[in-house]
């Protein structure tokens, strides 16, 4: 069983392991020794954050382990709609080809659906060296029951080291219940995604505590590795028309008389373009005072030809609909240009556009975080300044 | 019906802040609750009973003083609660916990319907409901935004996608997780708070559920934490100085000149 | 300060101070400004079970008293004295059944006021009786096996609202102040319509309104006690309620000094917050020091009577008056203490002012309330000679 234990020997009482628990299980007892308490879930936090090595941290090590020499190759998950491949099937892509490289394995999408001859070229375009597809009438739309059997039988039959899902709806669901069947590890919502240069393993790397602390995460013992991958985090290739690449179809048995249907789709949004598509994004928060003064936030969105986003916090008070939601609960984004306005920046709304290339922050509060992350800041009112830039970008486009 | 709902304890508050000069973790009187998705998880779990006439469950693993908070729940209308707690369930990532309570919820008995929170404040993985339901090797279906129909042995609900949402029948026995939108929950009632005064939680181990010390808790979980940080935001902010009129022209050269997607729109 | 409440007391407290927090602070400045009358809330208050707090068992209730619907009122006045009131005039339209209704009358009437079903009111003041009560003209003449009721009520909380009014009419005006009685009218019986709703200063998420008898027949048997105790039954009645008053009252001081200490901690001037001045600080201590009291002297008082003592009206008359000028006091301080922005309509602290006035007036004005207490005073000295 695995254990951890204090070396009250080498305990100075300096308190840094108990800062550095992020679940509170260590305090100091009467005699200045840290004390492990019963929450603790072993994450070994405290192990790296002691400088006198005086916590002891026997890891198990955990006895049914496969043989993961006989596990090969990096497959992604390719969603699609229609036909098309969403674009997170790309920005999968685009990470998956650095790990196939630095791992010198190939890269392969999986597809499932109906009617993606055009999806394969695309995905080879985009990337990946094979494309595995699977295609009947009845995978047209995604079905958690069969896609799930399809791709276990897959990994079944090929021995994936490593598969990436998209942290969308559909991911979320699929990956978690593949990982459960075949008893292996998942890390949602990784930020970073490295070969580990000295075992060739997956390091996978994650916020927690809403980004106050990141965390990298392995699988050491277990096939495949699994990880999903928020939508806007990696970036997509760019399309390589002479790119070359396989294209599979396996042999899998297509289960019918499935406990799941999906009886109809229907789609609310009417937005022209989506939030997580656009290029410029113009954002609002609580410092916009009130709901009618988002009209400032319309208007230079319409101006600079970009999308309207919004804080928590205002979607709550029920200042806009949440699709507009920018945050760890609402949209992921990462436009080219981020204008947050009004908005203190708290670490749920930073999670969802840090990776914006270009952060605009105008703030009545020179000490908000938001400015942490902004690549240009204004210290004002924001129902000053909106007009004001309104017009500087009025004046040249018109 | 018989509805288990699946709850888990999470800290107050998100904000964990950090102290900079010593890179370590704040703790201020972060008191624990249970995690904000799991309430409307309850509140669903206790409309469908009192509309079926049945019986609500919750099962929850965690340390033995999460017993106060499960009395919190039979306060709103959950008929009985179980608390999963035991040395051996530390540790535990996605998958054993899926496990443990997959084997905790076949000690309880019979059930229709299990229901979830969307994810864990804590966590935010959103991997146990549907790992669980493979434990239990039954249906699934996350992000419930409504249930328009439930009956022995199916329910259709309503799945809510990036777009709209998706009708799905499945099956029962099933589990469902729920986001925000599904019900406003109610706050407990006089009666509902003796009640849970009164209210004893059985708290269960791992030989009490029969499952598997090596695939519980740390030693059943595939994937480990093997470094910690802070993240460190490098990005150098440029402040633009002056009259709000040359804050606003400034900015407005600066990034007119770094050829935007604005500019596209200038030259066509 | 321990108030020593029983587990259930505190229960009952915690609960209420849920409701008002996170269901009735956020809609108060709302249903304040356009005079909406909170059927939400009312429903939430049914659903929590706290509208039987004070019924007995027997009739679906909690069993509590006075003390526990006073716990529950100054919750709820924290965060609104208006909505509060759909609660409290409930209360008041209900006490003459307990205390005088027949088993008969009781097992019909409280369980859906216990269930929060149905709301009550209490119909006493008229144009031309306030604090002179005897100069009551509704009359209640029987005819046959029915009481035939005609005249009008003026400024009847709850009024259109509730389902159940206890009445009190003129039956026998040669009697004088014994010629009263006290009747249960049912909304919805013809005869009995609603007159004017009024546009008051504060309160305004209360609604107050004329009731108007005009040939309404009621069945004799919804006489409560007997002929001519109508007076007795509303003394009796409001003797007891008073306390209800002064929870109001002291619910609304409470909340208007937490706005005026928070506002404090955050406001600005001269490089510091305004809580460092101490001209600042001695009035939020005063404040607070007049709540304490207020406090002691509401619990006490609620205590005292729901032990069954027979002489109340002393203190009764005591705590309503002292609670109720607390309010004026403390509102008007914290509006002080805000400044500008406590006279801002956006700033909670300018209704509570205006809601702290009807304290002073209602349930018995301040002046008869210092009749009452003198009285009392003279006849204790009398007697013990």
Not at chain 1, 249 to 255: A, D, M, S
Not at chain 1, 338 to 362: E, K, N, P, R, V
Not at chain 2, 190 to 200: E, F, P, T, Y
Not at chain 3, 200 to 219: H, N, Q, Y
Request: aromatic residues 6%; negative net charge; contains cysteine.
């Amino acid at each position: 069983m695995a254990s951890i234990k204090i070396i009250n020997e080498k305990c100075v009482g300096c308190r840094l392991c108990i800062g550095a628990c992020p679940f509170g299980a260590m305090e100091m007892s009467n005699d200045r020794k840290a004390v492990i308490l019963d929450n603790c879930t072993l994450c070994g936090a405290c192990v790296s954050a002691c400088k006198f090595e005086a916590i002891d941290f026997q890891k198990e090590e955990v006895s049914n382990s496969v043989d993961i020499s006989l596990y090969e190759g990096i497959w992604i998950f390719a969603e699609q709609k229609h036909g098309e491949p969403e674009s997170i099937a790309y920005e999968l892509l685009g990470v998956g080809r650095t790990l196939a490289d630095d791992r010198n394995t190939t890269l392969t999408a999986v597809l499932i659906g109906n009617r993606l001859d055009d999806a394969c070229k695309k995905l080879i375009m985009q990337g990946a060296d094979r494309v595995m597809v699977v295609e009947d009438e009845s995978l047209d739309h995604y079905n958690d029951e069969s896609y799930t059997d399809i791709f276990v039988q897959l990994i079944r039959e090929n021995n994936p080291e490593v598969i990436l899902m998209g942290a969308t709806t559909y991911g979320r669901s699929l990956a978690p219940r593949i990982a459960s069947r075949i008893n292996t590890g998942l890390t949602a919502d990784c930020t970073k995604l490295e070969i580990d240069p000295e075992d060739g393993k997956l390091l996978q790397t994650r916020p927690a505590f809403g980004g106050n602390l990141m965390a990298t995460i392995i699988c050491p013992n277990h096939r495949p590795q699994m990880a999903t991958v928020r939508h806007k985090v990696m970036k997509e290739l760019e399309p390589d028309d002479k790119r070359t690449g396989e294209i599979i179809r396996p042999e899998v048995t297509i289960p019918k008389d499935l406990k799941i249907k999906v009886k109809d789709v229907v789609s609310t949004i009417c937005e022209m373009v989506p939030l997580t598509e656009a290029d410029i994004i113009v954002s609002g928060g609580r410092g916009m005072g009130d709901p009618k003064n988002f009209a400032l936030i319309n208007e230079l969105a319409e101006i600079l030809g970009g999308a309207v986003g919004a804080s928590r916090a205002t979607v709550d008070a029920g200042w806009i609909e949440y699709s507009h939601q920018v945050g760890q609960t609402g949209q992921t984004v990462g436009p080219q240009v981020y204008f947050a306005c009004g908005i203190s920046g708290a670490i749920q709304h930073l999670a969802g556009m840090s990776s914006s290339d270009t952060i605009i922050a105008i703030n009545k509060n020179p000490d908000a975080p938001i400015f942490k992350v902004a690549t240009f800041g204004i210290v004002g009112d924001v129902m000053e300044m909106l007009p004001l830039l309104i017009k500087e970008f009025k004046a040249v486009l018109g | 019906m018989n509805v288990i709902v699946c709850v888990k304890q999470v800290p107050g508050t998100n904000e964990v802040k950090m102290n900079k000069e010593t890179n370590t973790i704040i703790r201020e009187g972060i008191e624990a609750i249970i995690n904000p998705f799991d309430t409307y998880a309850v509140e669903e779990g206790v409309r469908i009973k009192e509309q079926t006439s049945g019986k609500a469950t919750v099962i929850s693993m965690g340390i033995p003083s999460v017993v106060d908070l499960l009395k919190e729940t039979i306060a709103v209308g959950i008929d009985d609660a179980v608390l999963l707690s035991d040395r051996a369930f530390a540790g535990a990532d996605s998958l054993a916990t899926s496990y443990a309570l997959s084997m905790g919820i076949k000690h309880i008995g019979e059930y229709d319907l299990i229901i979830c929170g969307k994810q864990a404040m804590d966590g935010d993985t959103a991997q146990v409901g549907p790992g669980l339901a493979e434990k239990l090797n039954i249906p699934h279906t996350t992000y419930v935004r409504k249930i328009e129909e439930i009956r022995e042995g199916y329910i259709r609900c309503q799945r809510m996608t990036e777009d709209g949402y998706e009708v799905i029948e499945m099956l029962l026995p099933a589990v469902i997780t729920v986001v925000k939108e599904i019900n406003e929950p109610r706050l407990p009632s006089l009666k509902g708070m003796m009640r849970s005064k009164k209210a004893q939680i059985t708290v269960w181990t791992t030989d009490d559920i029969g499952a598997d010390k090596s695939l519980c808790g740390l030693k059943g979980s595939p994937t480990q934490v093997v470094k910690t940080f802070v993240p460190i935001h490098d990005v150098k902010s440029e402040m633009m100085e002056g009259t709000p009129e040359e804050q606003a022209s400034k900015l407005a050269k600066k990034l007119l000149s770094m050829q935007f997607a604005i500019c596209q729109e200038e030259e066509s | 300060m321990n108030y020593f409440l029983t587990e259930e007391q505190e229960m009952i407290q915690e609960l209420a101070a849920k409701i008002a927090d996170e269901k009735i602070k956020p809609v108060a400045i709302e249903y304040d400004e356009k005079g909406i009358f909170p059927r939400d809330i009312v429903k939430i208050l049914a659903d929590s079970d706290l509208c039987g707090v004070y019924i007995p068992e027997e009739y679906g209730g909690f069993g509590g008293g006075i003390f526990e619907m006073a716990l529950v009122v100054e919750q709820l006045s924290r965060a609104c004295g208006g909505i509060a009131l759909a609660y409290a005039g409930t209360g008041l339209g209900t006490y003459p059944i307990i205390l005088f209704g027949t088993e008969e009358q009781k097992q019909k009437f409280l369980p859906p006021i216990a269930s929060g079903e149905k709301l009550a009111a209490f119909g006493l003041t008229e144009a031309n009786a306030g604090s002179d009560a005897a100069g009551i003209q509704t009359t209640a003449v029987l005819d046959g096996d029915e009481y035939v009721l005609n005249g009008t009520k003026q400024w009847i909380t709850n009024g259109g609202e509730a389902d159940i009014y206890t009445v009190v009419a003129c039956t026998n005006r040669a009697k004088g102040a014994r010629g009263f009685s006290a009747f249960i009218v049912e909304k919805d019986t013809p005869g009995f319509s609603f007159g004017k709703k009024e546009n008051k200063m504060g309160i305004r998420a209360s609604v107050t309104s004329e009731l108007v008898f005009e040939d309404c027949r009621i069945p004799k048997e919804n006489l409560l006690s007997r002929e001519g105790m109508g007076f007795l039954v509303a003394m009796k009645t409001l003797d007891r309620t008073r306390p209800g008053v002064a929870s109001q009252a002291l619910g609304i001081a409470q909340g208007a000094l937490d706005e005026a200490l928070k506002y404090s901690l955050e406001r600005e001037q001269f490089g510091k917050t305004i809580s460092s001045f101490q001209a600042v600080q001695h009035m939020m201590a005063d404040m607070a020091i007049q709540i304490e009291a207020t406090r002691c002297l509401v619990y006490q008082t609620c205590r005292h009577i729901d032990s069954g003592a027979k002489s109340i009206s002393k203190e009764s008359a005591i705590s309503k008056v002292f609670a109720s000028d607390t309010a004026m006091k403390v509102t008007i301080d914290a509006v002080q203490v805000m400044g500008g922005y406590g006279y801002m309509k956006e700033y909670p602290v300018e209704k509570m002012m205006r809601d702290a006035k009807i304290t002073q007036i209602y349930e018995g004005t301040n002046q008869i309330q210092r009749n009452v207490i003198a009285l009392e005073l003279i006849k204790g000295i009398k007697t013990h000679k």
